[in-house]
């Protein structure tokens, strides 16, 4: 019975064997970190992931600087992110030029921003570089057909709240103190800046010697100019008011005063003459004095409609422009020091005394409008401008070296008024390699000049078309391929059309 019990429980205990060892097999797998059936792993304790992005993206239509994952510029402000910029060169005293000398355009969010423009350094110190996005670059084609470059100021968000900066700098020449000051609260929008820029020329020093071998009294000549570098005063005031109709409608008011104090320069000509036997034969130093009274005024109201955010779709804009210069200059040279041996060396010097009055003044209309479509884009603008200038011209001349010293007076009076209206056309096609731009200009321009003391007045008529054309094609994110055509045309100005030849010399009177 005993046997038999054996008998049947043999296979139950063969089982639990087998799962006894089993379970103990998997368990010191377990205990080595492996699993039946697996491939052999390792467990790590920390895992770190870095990647690196590209800073710089280009595009057929724009070179994209991402501004946001740039790390160097932690800390910085605005206008050290401009030094990043492709195609710009920033200088040390913070002038800017472009690297193919092409005018810059500057726009916030595609918007147009005079206060940026005028005095874009401070505006941007003011500005952390932690708010901006990204910086756009393209070149356009201004209202006259030359490529300018756009620098487009994209931010993270919406500009609000108050900021300021006050800055000095000092160089071996000039030295420059700004202040800005922005606000912006709901819809209504404020920025003020000024600077005062102290400029002083170096003093200079240019010597020659000649011999003259045809020559036996003026054999040999010495001479010695200095100059005292020019010297101004400068004072920029610049003041921007808005009012946001929506978000993407915006009408501002800027205005600007730009004096200039005391400008001048000095400057001293010495002059020795020899004769072949190392005798003297004249001596003369000649004084000089160049000042003017120089300042600019400027007043400027604009409409502009976006379309989408960043104007990504087009924009309209709408402005007018007032702009005067009133100048006035003067010109004295004098003999302080005059020896000679003979008369006739000296009788044709003379000191004169030159006074110049010159104004302009323009009023500029500029309308311009900008749609997208999907790859389509059309352009349109039209520019008008009247600008009408005044010049007149008092220069006294005294002979008091000559036989029978006398002394004349030149006048001139000079009225220039010009009409000038130019419209560009355009269309351009952009996929992701290619962009395609076609276009032409017409230019209008009705010239009037006038010179009453002459009793002449001449009008004259021009007007021509001028074709543009351009391509970029982009095989990758790092390179770019521009092919670009533009016609242009040399336009002469209304005193060159003027067959009018004055033979009277009538405006010249010697008393």
């Not at 355009?105 to 940026?116: L, M, Q």
């Not at 709901?186 to 011999?211: M, Q, V």
């Not at 010495?222 to 946001?244: C, I, P, Q, R, W």
């Not at 276009?439 to 009037?448: C, E, I, N, V, W």
Request: a positive charge; one cysteine or more.
């Amino acid at each position: 019975m005993n046997s038999n019990l054996l008998l049947s429980l043999r296979p139950c205990i063969l089982i639990w064997l087998f799962m006894s060892l089993a379970t103990q097999a998997q368990a010191q797998d377990n205990k080595k970190g492996t699993q039946p059936d697996s491939i052999p792993s390792t467990l790590l304790k920390e895992v770190t992931v870095k990647a690196r992005r590209n800073l710089y993206k280009t595009r057929p239509d724009v070179i994209i600087y991402d501004v946001k994952a740039d790390s160097s510029l932690i800390g910085k402000n605005s206008f050290e992110a401009l030094r990043n910029v492709p195609l710009l060169n920033v200088e040390r005293n913070g002038n800017i030029h472009s690297v193919g000398n092409w005018p810059i355009e500057y726009t916030v969010n595609g918007s147009y921003d005079r206060t940026v423009s005028g005095n874009i350094r401070d505006a941007l110190e003011s500005l952390e570089a932690k708010y901006l996005k990204r910086i756009e670059v393209r070149i356009v084609r201004n209202i006259n057909g030359q490529q300018t470059l756009q620098i487009n100021l994209v931010t993270k968000g919406r500009l609000w709240g108050y900021r300021g900066l006050g800055s000095s700098s000092l160089s071996d020449s000039n030295w420059r103190n700004g202040a800005f000051a922005f606000a912006k609260k709901n819809k209504f929008g404020a920025t003020f800046s000024y600077y005062n820029n102290w400029r002083w020329g170096h003093d200079s020093r240019l010597n020659s010697e000649e011999w003259r071998y045809a020559s036996n009294d003026l054999y040999h000549a010495k001479s010695e100019y200095k100059s005292s570098g020019f010297k101004v005063d400068l004072h920029n005031f610049e003041t921007t008011l808005s009012y946001e109709i929506t978000p993407l409608k915006v009408v501002s008011l800027y205005a600007r005063t730009f004096l200039k104090t005391n400008p001048h320069n000095t400057s001293t000509n010495e002059y020795v003459a020899e004769n072949n036997a190392s005798q003297q034969t004249y001596r003369y130093k000649q004084n000089g004095l160049f000042k003017m009274n120089d300042s600019e005024y400027q007043v400027c109201l604009d409409y502009e409609q976006l379309f989408g955010e960043n104007a990504e779709r087009g924009k309209f804009y709408a402005g007018y422009e007032f702009y005067s210069r009133p100048n006035k200059e003067q010109n004295n040279n004098y003999y302080t020091l005059l020896e000679y041996i003979n008369p006739s060396y000296v009788k044709d010097f003379f000191n004169y005394n030159k006074e110049t009055s010159d104004n302009e003044d323009w009023h500029t209309l500029t309308v311009m409008y900008r749609r997208k479509f999907k790859q389509h884009t059309l352009y349109a603008e039209d520019f008008m401008r009247l600008r009408i200038e005044k010049e007149d011209i008092t220069q006294q001349e005294s002979y008091a070296y000559a036989d029978n010293p006398y002394e004349t007076i030149e006048r001139d009076q000079y009225r220039h008024n010009q009409f000038s209206n130019g419209l560009k056309i355009g269309y351009s096609y952009t996929t992701d390699k290619i962009e395609a731009k076609a276009g032409a200009f017409h230019q209008f321009l009705r010239d009037t000049s006038k010179k009453p003391l002459l009793n002449n007045s001449f009008s004259a008529n021009q007007q021509f078309v001028t074709p543009y054309a351009d391509f970029s094609y982009v095989p990758n994110w790092r390179v770019r391929f521009n092919l670009s055509y533009s016609m242009g045309k040399q336009v002469p100005n209304i005193n060159s059309l003027n067959p009018y030849v004055d033979t009277l010399k009538s405006a010249t009177y010697r008393v």
